[in-house]
T-cell receptor
């Protein structure tokens, strides 16, 4: 069975500093990986995805993620955090041959001024 | 651009009452999903519909039923609500290509006393 782990419940970073939100996965076969963001009282919004090709994926709002097959990781990164980046971030995986996503438990990102 | 619309936004029920959560999308998507979000649990898939006329169970289907009324609408029914079903429910839709992102509504916050 597939699974996604987000090892940190919360990440704190100062505005202007780089941020990383970690995600590791476990699937059989090729993984298709996604990051979503959720602001308070809103639904999830798509940030970026890795399907195939370049291991470094760029997405919305200046976010990027690096797919590392040997470490089974797909960490979300941003070079310079903004206070407005404060939100709940979800990593999700869709194994090859499946039609649905499995989500991690989420990581709360808090960016302080 | 309405996207995915969920009604109602909030609801309080008593144990044993029944209720239907409504979801409609205007993006001509074939696939629709129902999730529940609980603190520390991430999003868990309840049911999904790959196309009009089909529905399949997800990770946590017990206590729920669904109806894909037409291509636009996908409803979730609680026949006899239980306190364990207190949660935030999200509907999502996507294109048939499962590598395309899912689009989420803003959720229904359901409390069962």
């Amino acid at each position: 069975a597939q699974s996604v782990a987000q090892p940190e419940d919360q990440v704190n970073v100062a505005e202007g500093n780089p941020l990383t939100v970690k995600c590791t996965y476990s699937v059989s076969g090729n993984p298709y990986l996604f990051w979503y963001v959720q602001y308070p009282n809103r639904g999830l919004q798509f940030l970026l995805k890795y399907i195939t090709g370049d291991n470094l994926v760029k997405g919305s709002y200046g976010f990027e993620a690096e797919f590392n097959k040997s470490q089974t990781s797909f960490h979300l990164k941003k070079p310079s955090a903004l206070v407005s980046d404060s939100a709940l971030y979800f990593c999700a995986v869709r194994p090859s041959g499946y039609s649905t996503l499995t989500f991690g438990k989420g990581t709360m990102l808090l960016v302080s001024p | 651009n309405a996207g995915v619309t969920q009604t109602p936004k909030f609801q309080v029920l008593k144990t044993g009452q029944s209720m239907t959560l409504q979801c409609a999308q205007d993006m001509n998507h074939n696939s629709m999903y129902w999730y529940r979000q609980d603190p520390g649990m991430g999003l868990r898939l309840i049911y999904y519909s790959a196309s009009e006329g089909t529905t399949d169970k997800g990770e946590v289907p017990n206590g729920y039923n669904v109806s894909r009324l037409n291509k636009r609408e996908f409803s979730l029914r609680l026949e006899s609500a239980a306190p364990s079903q207190t949660s935030v429910y999200f509907c999502a839709s996507s294109e048939s290509d499962y590598n395309q992102p899912q689009h989420f509504g803003d959720g229904t916050r359901l409390s069962i006393l």
